[in-house]
């Protein structure tokens, strides 16, 4: 199998393009790396296309090391021939493969080793032949030998049906077609272990859906639910018509001494040794999909979260809401320096409102806060009343934002928390962190575990490697699409950079403290252990704001550095005009993009990414992203009524719709068939999290404290 080849098929690319991209990734170059700098190379695929590539191509050379084992075993057996050889080498799956390997993969002793070894296989033979005129019993009887361990002419013929119903397990093809056949025409069904306990299961109590229509996120929740012990899950096969296709297949003679022993084999074959391992493999392989599913929907929600707009220029109070222990506060400058943290106690069991109010009003006037950042756990709706009474009581104008403090108590507690906190307690740490949250979302949610963050479904039921791998290339793509100052970057956030491992982001910081600021790129490679592959690949993503060279403040590399010179010297500029305005429009200077490119021998992606560059040098991405709402009043779920429209932030996108936070503390769900007026598969083709978005109230349960919501606005007549 030619894996480039297939590769281009099944992503839609030339092979030219996979060709490079394979060719850098064996090189040792970084999926950002390839994606922002090896544009001419690959014909400027993503970093989306990069990584699915990347997956693939580990998936089929994993897949083409098992068939060369696969075939040397059987060559060593000596019984290969051209057409298994063939077949081998056409498996598209690993599946297909081990189907084919069945056969010949050393066996733990079976039922139908122990009748081989009984010297049955001859009487099999003679039954499959399905040639016999003379009853059965009597071919057996000279079968019969007691010191072999066969009794009886029963026994020698049970036996003989052990071998052919292994025979027929270990036929590749009979797998392959009974597996479609379950796949297309199969149910999945559970029932209660218990139908009267109460569980957040009870619509799986009685549950039967075909296994071609069943969606992953009932898949991963009938998983649970069976972890759980709540549910019995199971295949229902579509037995009839596999037994017709088995019995076609094994029965090719009208014999009516033969036909019955095969059609008991048959029987034995599929209920014994097919029918559980296929459902076995259905179940894995549906899990495999659903986790897939979930795990990109966790990734594009992650997305989204990391690449929320700063809030820049504001000193904000971050609040630790909590009853018992109190409220943790934390005042933070525009840079991220804690200034100081204290602890009020406004909310149950000791209800010290007007003396934290007092507290509160010092703080804001001593430190000019303009904003409150309010986590949004336990007792957050408490803390959002008492903070929108003290924004009427005071003078200055103070506005607050509710932000998802899903990941602060495990930043909190973590070693890392600790060495940059190391005098803080948990709850200081954690209002320090949910006051950074919004002061730059992307710098203070790397140091927690992706895993932690909370926008995604199921995420602890699944492979947990594949999606740590998955979520960590998430991060890193947002961390290097963003870039990174570094003079201010910890080692949380330099790790998540191309060719930075977290050694490598120690040493940086170590390098920078007994060394003071970097003033120029060049001096990463001084820094321990850092050298010439990993400059060439973190040296873009890195920038120095006021350093010697201008154009280290950009994402121009330094591998271009000449040629952007030269072309700012043909017109007549040179790189101090970066620090103004006077390249803003540069790229209308240039009449002929091809012939500029062709005169400096620079392609013409490179050259369009450097002008663009340098009209906008160092410009943040993240601006174009939807801004958080900041409130400055408060709403009850009590107040809402339906028909009332109000204004959200979508929280968090799973496979049935999206969770909207609209000023109440429990987010409102606006079901897939409320999000707009087209047919969409999923919610995110229409929705991604952070969005604003106007929503109206369908209906408010206070008991259950739900709240249904939708996005597809009716007017009052």
């Known amino acids: 199998m030619n894996i480039n080849l297939k590769l281009a098929e099944e ?112 009487l099999a033979n003679l039954i499959v032949l399905q040639m016999i005129n003379t009853p059965l019993e009597q071919e057996a009887k000279s079968y019969v030998n007691e010191e072999k361990g066969v009794a009886s002419v029963e026994e020698a013929i049970d036996g003989a049906c052990d071998i052919i119903a292994e025979t027929i397990s270990d036929e590749a093809d009979y797998r392959s077609h009974i597996r479609g056949l379950t796949e297309k025409k199969g149910h999945i069904q559970s029932v209660a272990k218990d139908a009267e306990a109460e569980s957040v299961y009870e619509m799986y109590y009685d549950f039967d859906e075909p296994i071609a229509k069943l969606p992953g996120h009932r898949i991963l929740a009938l998983n649970r639910g069976e972890k759980e012990k709540m549910l019995t899950v199971k295949v229902i096969a579509p037995e009839e018509d596999i037994m017709k296709y088995l019995f076609k297949k094994v029965i090719t003679k009208d014999n009516p001494i033969t036909s019955p022993v095969l059609q008991r084999a048959a029987e034995d074959s599929y209920q014994r040794l097919i029918a559980p391992a296929i459902e076995r493999e259905i179940r894995n392989q549906l899990t495999e999909t ?6 990109s929907v966790f990734g594009k929600n ?24 109190g409220c943790k506060l934390a005042v933070v400058d525009a840079t991220g320096k804690v200034l100081d943290t204290t602890v009020i106690f406004p909310t149950a069991p000791q209800n010290k409102v007007e003396e934290s109010k007092v507290v509160l009003k010092k703080l804001i006037s001593k430190y000019n806060i303009t904003l409150i950042s309010v986590g949004n756990g336990t007792a957050s709706r408490e803390s959002e009343k008492i903070i929108v009474d003290l924004l009427k009581e005071i003078p200055v104008p103070v506005q607050y934002v509710i932000t998802n403090e899903a990941g602060a108590s495990v930043y909190s507690a973590s070693k890392l928390a600790t060495e940059e906190f190391p005098n803080f307690d948990v709850g200081q740490r954690s209002a320090t962190s949910i006051a950074r949250r919004v002061q730059d979302p992307l710098a203070e949610l790397v140091k927690i575990d992706p895993k932690s963050i909370g926008v995604g479904q199921y995420q602890h039921d699944m492979n947990q490697k594949k999606l740590g791998e998955a979520l960590g290339g998430v991060v890193e793509d947002c961390v290097n699409r963003v870039g990174v100052d570094l003079n201010t970057a910890s080692a949380s956030l330099l790790e998540y950079v191309s060719g930075i491992n977290k050694t490598l982001a120690k040493n940086i910081v170590t390098y920078r403290e007994e060394n003071g600021k970097f003033t120029t790129r060049k001096q990463l490679l001084k820094v321990a252990k850092l050298g010439p592959k990993a400059y060439e690949q973190c040296a873009g993503f890195l920038r120095i704001s006021d350093g010697k060279n201008p154009l280290d403040a950009t994402s121009v590399h330094p591998e271009s550095y000449e040629i952007t010179e030269k072309l700012l010297e043909s017109l007549g500029h040179t790189t101090a005009d970066l620090r103004g305005e006077e390249l803003s429009h540069i790229s209308k200077e240039i009449k002929d993009v091809k012939k500029v490119a062709e005169d400096l021998g620079v392609g013409d992606i490179t050259l369009q990414d450097i002008l663009s560059e340098l009209e906008k040098p160092g410009r ?47 987010d409102g769900l606006v079901h897939i068939s409320q999000i707009c007026d087209r047919y969409i598969k999923h919610p995110l083709e229409a929705v991604s999290v952070g969005d604003v978005v106007d929503v109206q109230v369908m209906s408010v349960d206070l008991k259950k404290q739900r709240i249904q919501l939708t996005m597809k606005i009716k007017q009052e007549k």
């Open 302 to 325: 992650l997305a989204q979260l990391l690449m929320q707009p700063p809030i820049a220029n504001q000193t904000v109070l971050g609040w630790d809401p909590a009853f018992r222990t």
């Open 290 to 295: 659903a986790e897939d599913g979930a795990i």
């Open 620 to 666: 943040d991405p993240r601006e174009d992203m939807p801004k958080p709402i900041l409130r400055s009043d408060v709403l009850e779920m009590s107040d809402l009524t339906p028909g009332m429209v109000l204004k959200g932030t979508v929280r968090n996108v799973i496979d049935f719709g999206a969770f909207v936070d609209i000023g109440v503390h429990q």
């Open 11 to 122: 992503l839609k690319i030339r092979p030219a393009q996979v060709d490079a991209a394979v060719k850098l990734i064996d090189e040792g170059n970084t999926i950002p790396f390839i994606a922002r700098y090896r544009k001419e190379a690959t014909g400027a695929l993503n970093d989306e296309v990069l990584r699915n590539l990347y997956d693939r191509l580990t998936y089929l050379r994993n897949l083409q090391e098992r068939k060369d084992t696969v075939l040397s075993s059987i060559e060593e057996q000596g019984v290969m021939t051209e057409e298994l050889r063939t077949a081998i080498e056409a498996a598209e799956t690993m599946v297909v493969l081990e189907d084919l390997y069945r056969p010949y993969r050393p066996k733990r002793r079976t039922r139908a080793t122990i009748a081989k070894e009984k010297g049955l296989e001859p």
